[in-house]
């Protein structure tokens, strides 16, 4: 078979037409195999992976991970949406659906070349069906419900099977009304490690699906209909400060694995304090040649995105979405009243609600502390703009924001508590160090 210049780039480092470039032909193996990315071939089988031996487990902070057991060298696992009373944050609760009894569903763990088999037992009042996304599989294990297959009705138990022919991180969701499923819940990681890692495996390694909802300060459940406003972002369907903070140890391989299964919005996901590498995509890892440093790493809806870095800064630093409005709380309802003079609203307003104060003159940041104060009352199962008390003063960010805690030495694997800035840290300046540094915070 003769193979152009352009057929060898599309190939390209798959190594499938390697060996035939230099003469000007091809071997006869299939060209399907640059959609995936392999460490073994295929064409054996493998005993099913195991934990520490195989791989470093994933983590999946405030969530978990789905178990198996192993039958005639099958991997079992069981999925069942259901509908779940389901907590984002302190405060902030609603009735949601996902599977086993978790939003969002527990991940999916395994091995390249790994067979499974996954039962799904339907306890909706609705159809669903689970489509496997990124997967590359057989046909009829697609989950598309009314094209690969018949719905799964409520009550029913269905069965998927196949083997992983790739590595990588991947996700999965309802495929049948999307639109109201997923927007309630219904999604979940799958983590892929590959049979033979190419390089060192992680020392920590994180998965965090990112989303968005639509909760309506009183309501009981999301609105699956919205379009826009989406005022709850989650990872891992927790919001700041209900997220948990992802530690690691100093000198340790970080991996962390986002997923977005977001309705409408791409996430730029900024961490502080660190640039990483960029190393996956939901399509597969990316040539050592085309990785780059970064320190924001784009995840598109309906994709993932794999970074890597060395834990060798410690600290507390923040990770969050870098769209600002995806860093608040259920504020979508506020009226834009920045720079406002509100002292006659006040005196109007408190002769009638002696407790009433007009918020928003000069930005939200002070909300989140008069409601923790008590000064300010907040409709039920609601949680206004942001933030929590931080170490040192009010931190002023909610929604799709954690915190990475890097120490020199951990004890164990809960929240070491915060860093204490041993170089120290930004204050106050005083009047003689303005004086000798010729600095007049009163010039014009």
């Known amino acids: 078979m003769a193979i152009s210049r352009r057929d060898a780039l599309l190939v390209g480092g798959v190594g499938v037409a390697a060996a035939g470039l230099g003469t000007g032909t091809a071997s006869a193996q299939p060209v399907r195999a640059a959609a995936h990315t392999a460490s073994v071939p295929h064409d054996r089988d493998y005993a099913p992976g195991r934990a520490g031996r195989d791989y470093t487990p994933v983590v999946t902070p405030d969530g978990a991970t789905l178990p198996f057991r192993v039958v005639d060298g099958v991997k079992i696992f069981h999925l069942v949406p259901e509908e779940v009373e389901h907590e984002f944050a302190p405060g902030l609760s609603a009735r949601t659906w996902g599977y086993n009894g978790r939003t969002h569903g527990p991940t999916i763990e395994a091995v390249e070349g790994d067979k499974v088999r996954i039962y799904v037992t339907n306890r909706l009042p609705a159809p669903t069906t689970v489509h496997w996304h990124g997967v590359i599989l057989p046909s009829g294990m697609d989950g598309v419900g009314g094209l690969s297959q018949r719905s799964i009705a409520p009550g029913e138990t269905f069965v998927y099977e196949w083997t992983f022919r790739q590595h990588g991180t991947f996700m999965y969701h309802s495929h049948h009304d999307e639109m109201t499923q997923m927007a309630l819940g219904m999604m979940g990681m799958i983590v892929v490690h590959p049979r033979q890692p190419a390089g060192p495996r992680p020392d920590r390694d994180y998965a965090i699906m990112l989303s968005?909802?639509?909760?309506?300060?009183?309501?009981?459940?999301?609105?699956?209909?919205?379009?826009?406003?989406?005022?709850?972002?989650?990872?891992?369907?927790?919001?700041?400060?209900?997220?948990?903070?992802?530690?690691?140890?100093?000198?340790?391989?970080?991996?962390?694995?986002?997923?977005?299964?977001?309705?409408?919005?791409?996430?730029?996901?900024?961490?502080?304090?660190?640039?990483?590498?960029?190393?996956?995509?939901?399509?597969?890892?990316?040539?050592?040649?085309?990785?780059?440093?970064?320190?924001?790493?784009?995840?598109?809806?309906?994709?993932?995105?794999?970074?890597?870095?060395?834990?060798?800064?410690?600290?507390?630093?923040?990770?969050?979405?870098?769209?600002?409005?995806?860093?608040?709380?259920?504020?979508?309802?506020?009226?834009?009243?920045?720079?406002?003079?509100?002292?006659?609203?006040?005196?109007?307003?408190?002769?009638?609600?002696?407790?009433?104060?007009?918020?928003?003159?000069?930005?939200?940041?002070?909300?989140?502390?008069?409601?923790?104060?008590?000064?300010?009352?907040?409709?039920?199962?609601?949680?206004?703009?942001?933030?929590?008390?931080?170490?040192r003063d009010y931190i002023t960010m909610g929604g799709m924001f954690t915190i990475l805690k890097v120490r020199d030495r951990l004890t164990g694997d809960g929240d070491p508590g915060w860093y204490d800035n041993p170089e120290g840290e930004a204050r106050a300046a005083r009047a003689d160090e303005l004086a000798r540094d010729g600095i007049d915070p009163n010039a014009v």
């Open 212 to 391: 968005e909802w639509v909760l309506h300060p009183g309501a009981e459940r999301p609105d699956p209909n919205a379009m826009s406003g989406f005022n709850v972002l989650t990872m891992n369907a927790r919001c700041y400060p209900g997220t948990s903070p992802l530690i690691a140890q100093r000198g340790e391989r970080v991996r962390l694995r986002f997923g977005n299964l977001s309705a409408m919005d791409h996430h730029p996901i900024h961490l502080h304090g660190y640039a990483f590498t960029i190393t996956e995509t939901d399509g597969g890892a990316i040539p050592a040649s085309a990785r780059h440093p970064d320190t924001t790493v784009l995840v598109p809806t309906g994709s993932t995105r794999t970074v890597e870095f060395i834990a060798d800064n410690p600290g507390d630093w923040a990770m969050h979405c870098h769209m600002t409005h995806h860093v608040m709380n259920q504020m979508g309802h506020v009226p834009n009243l920045t720079g406002v003079n509100a002292r006659r609203i006040d005196r109007a307003v408190g002769s009638l609600l002696p407790t009433y104060m007009t918020m928003g003159q000069d930005g939200m940041g002070e909300m989140g502390q008069h409601i923790e104060m008590g000064h300010m009352p907040i409709p039920d199962n609601s949680l206004p703009m942001v933030g929590a008390r931080g170490p």
